[in-house]
């Protein structure tokens, strides 16, 4: 693939010197840092609103290691899943806007080199910040409530970045199909919700990708997952959706 | 003769590109010389931008074909890629690199050495007056992207250069030094460039091809289109009212156009020889005295103006 590697290296360079720094990493530390925060105080606040109520008496009891795990794998679900979704909308599309795809697509690169990159550098970029973000969760996890296990949070959050790898291939395909960034976010943003919708279906939930979220959520509670489909399912559908991205892409003009 | 033995750099048969309903590109034929420098012309939406999109591949023809180098552009890829150097005519640049970063990207997806990069980069940036200049390109002025555009489509040393509007957006200092270094590289480069600023092909070109609506109505040197346009001018003043005169003279077969300004009349002329002989009897029938009777230069802009009317005619 013409041109691969100095492309990869070109959007590396620019995660680092861009505002694609902060968004996905900055998301995944503030949740990071607030989850077990956010689990420690939950029971207390709860208390002192049943206080206030006459005649009503909540006794919760003690937050553990797994609320705070549960708490930021919440939030990684929902509001690191949709801010994939809307940095990945102009991927391919920002640059086809920008004038910047012809500048490099009139050189020695081929098309499905420039995809791929796309895709490479964004995986890399989340795989490295999920990384720092569970390493913090665990630490203060730790430093809050005692001895924490680190295995129930690693392969729930293992879980997690698959689904996240497989939204950034499916924005990567939106965005090499849409000219304008909003129509890819917001076709995006359908899918996302749309798996939410199929994963009540317990048949999908079992055997195909959308089955991941509650993969995620047993793996959290030391449960037998059932993610081997979800898995294989997810991967195929990402290799098939990085190919037909490549397609979509190689037979537009610029 | 084999594509590869081709004199000619560009070699474009009856190329079509049609977008729905619009013809963009109508059976357009061009051959293009090696090493000439070739000003591809035309008004605003005459389809010279869609031409080049084709030539890089960046679109494809609806019929027909487009060679750069004897290799058919729309399956060669790479092998032309690798061999041409592109300006667009509004270059897209990221933000957040200084000149010399872009310079060297451009470089690495040709595979250049570092070493080498490394003195192209500086000898080009040079050349654009981009050297001293240390800030993000997003905040260049239209004119330093336009020069740096220039020097990246430069970098690596392209057989085919292909520039579209590449003086548009420059000052006259740097449109003469753009026009300057596009007639350095005559015999080195095949240098293709579209523009609507007659004053640049003239300054420049050898040869030039003039397109409107998706049409190639003229491709020749330019010594030959003048020729070829078959128009002449002549300018007379007179004293009095020429209103009379002009009704006349509208009648002759001779006459193209003319213009007037007060007393003074410039007339387009297809016979020379019969305006000449005739003028002086048509103002002395008019009762009007003749102060100035001389031939005018025919501009390039004449030569478009009649080739675009008789195309359209």
Redo the contacts between chains.
Sequence with gaps: M??FM??L??ELT?IR??WRIWVIPGLLVFFAITSPIIAAVTPALLGSISKSQPGVVMKLPPPTWRESYAQYLKSLSQMVLIAVVITGAGAVSGERS?????????????RRAFVLAKIVSQGCLLVAATVVGTVICAALSRAIFGPSPLGPLVASVSIWTIDALLMIVVMTFFSSMFAARGASAGAGLGFFFVSLLISIWPVANRYSFVGLASASGKALMQQPTGAAWPVVIAVVAGVLCAWAATRVFEKQ?? | MTPAESPNAIEITRLVKTFGDAVALDGIDLAVPQGSVFGFLGPNGAGKTTALRILTGLARPTAGEARILGANVSTAGNVVRSRIGYLPDVPGFYPWMTAMELVEFAGRLFGIEPTTLRQRAESLLQMAGLSEVKSKVGGFSRGMKQRLGIAQALINAPSVLLLDEPTSALDPIGRREVLEMIASLRGRTTVFFSTHILADVERVCDTVAILDRGKVVANAPIAELTRRAAVDRLVIEVEGDPAALIRELERRPWLRSIERDEGRLTLAVSDLKAAQRELPAAIAAADLGLKRFEGAEVSLEDMFVELVRRAEA
């Design positions: 013409n041109g100095t492309f290296g070109k620019e010197k861009t920008s004038g910047t795809a012809i500048l490099t697509l009139t050189k020695p690169v081929s003009e610029l």
